[in-house]
Structures are given as structure tokens and as C-alpha cells.
């Protein structure tokens, strides 16, 4: 199983959505940006690294916010496909300017917008948007299980991004 770690970005009540580039899996899908872990590296290390490559960002990743595993249907004929484990954290404080060195584009959109964007499947749970919040569905759809204890399965986590 791979290892992915992910940042969502937040700046003034907007959060960074990134968009795949239209010749990689799972073309023009937006996501939030990060990537694998490399070996013996932690979830954060691994955020830390892929954000200064990805976007020219030094940011500062604290607690992990969620985690799941997703197996992606194609996963046997893709070779960037199969099981994942993702590890979710929220980045509120960064140095620089985010760049795109990685993504078909890059955007700051409220987060209500990203109901309406087509997101990568394995990434859809985190954006179910509600008045301007970000919230996390712990219902378990097909391909996903998640990781974080919880006491029932149609309990939202909360994440307040109008903080900025």
C-alpha cells in the first residue's frame, strides 16, 4: 500500500485546490497538493518536502488532521493506482508564494467552491462544504475505509477554514 501524505492549504478563507495535469492518472482531477512518502520519512517530513517541490513553499505542518485508505478500482491496470494510504493535515502558516511547479493549475477558491469542482475520488470525502466549512464525512463509501476512531459511521468532523 502506498503512503501519501496531503496538505490543505488555507490563506484568508480560501483553500489551495491543485489540478492534475491532463497527460498523468486520473487527468485534470483536482486535489490538494502533496505525495508519497519516501522510505523511513514521516507523514510530515514527506508533506514538508513535496510542498517545497510542488509549490516553492516552506510550510509549517502541524497534527494530522485525518486519515484513510482508498483502493481505486483501476488499481490493477494503473500503475499509479491501487491502495493508499492518505494522511491528511491542515496548513494554516507557510512562507512564500505558492508556484506551480507540478499541477495543470493551481487556485485559491473558497471552500464551498470545491463542491462544485470534478475532485479526485479518494479526496471527494474531505470537501463536502457547508457555509463556508470544510467538512469530513466518515461515511464509509465504497473504496475507502477510514482510519480515524470514531463512534458512529454518519458523524461529520468539523474543520472551521474560515480561519485564516
Same mark, same amino acid.
Given at each position: 500500500?502506498?503512503?501519501?501524505?496531503?496538505?490543505?492549504?488555507?490563506?484568508?478563507?480560501?483553500?489551495?485546490?491543485?489540478?492534475?495535469?491532463?497527460?498523468?492518472?486520473?487527468?485534470?482531477?483536482?486535489?490538494?497538493?502533496?505525495?508519497?512518502?519516501?522510505?523511513?520519512?514521516?507523514? *510530515?517530513?514527506?508533506?514538508?518536502?513535496?510542498?517545497?517541490?510542488?509549490?516553492?513553499?516552506?510550510?509549517?505542518?502541524?497534527?494530522?488532521?485525518? *486519515?484513510?485508505?482508498?483502493?481505486?478500482?483501476?488499481?490493477?491496470?494503473?500503475?499509479?493506482?491501487?491502495?493508499?494510504?492518505?494522511?491528511?493535515?491542515?496548513?494554516?502558516?507557510?512562507?512564500?508564494?505558492?508556484?506551480?511547479?507540478?499541477?495543470?493549475?493551481?487556485?485559491?477558491?473558497?471552500?464551498?467552491?470545491?463542491?462544485?469542482? $470534478?475532485?479526485?475520488?479518494?479526496?471527494?470525502?474531505?470537501?463536502?462544504?457547508?457555509?463556508?466549512?470544510?467538512?469530513?464525512?466518515?461515511?464509509?463509501?465504497?473504496?475507502?475505509?477510514?482510519?480515524?476512531?470514531?463512534?458512529?459511521? $454518519?458523524?461529520?468532523?468539523?474543520?472551521?477554514?474560515?480561519?485564516?
Amino acid at each position: 500500500m502506498k503512503q501519501v501524505a496531503v496538505g490543505v492549504i488555507m490563506n484568508n478563507g480560501h483553500v489551495l485546490a491543485c489540478q492534475r495535469k491532463r497527460d498523468g492518472s486520473y487527468p485534470l482531477k483536482w486535489e490538494f497538493p502533496g505525495g508519497k512518502l519516501e522510505p523511513n520519512e514521516s507523514a *510530515k517530513a514527506a508533506l514538508a518536502r513535496e510542498l517545497r517541490e510542488e509549490l516553492g513553499i516552506d510550510a509549517v505542518v502541524t497534527g494530522e488532521l485525518h *486519515k484513510q485508505e482508498w483502493v481505486y478500482p483501476d488499481g490493477d491496470s494503473n500503475p499509479n493506482g491501487g491502495a493508499f494510504r492518505v494522511f491528511y493535515f491542515l496548513i494554516s502558516s507557510f512562507t512564500g508564494t505558492p508556484e506551480n511547479h507540478a499541477f495543470e493549475q493551481i487556485r485559491w477558491v473558497p471552500p464551498d467552491e470545491l463542491k462544485s469542482m $470534478d475532485i479526485l475520488e479518494g479526496t471527494s470525502e474531505i470537501c463536502i462544504c457547508q457555509g463556508g466549512r470544510l467538512l469530513m464525512s466518515r461515511q464509509a463509501p465504497v473504496g475507502r475505509r477510514d482510519l480515524v476512531a470514531g463512534k458512529g459511521d $454518519d458523524i461529520l468532523r468539523q474543520i472551521d477554514l474560515t480561519l485564516t
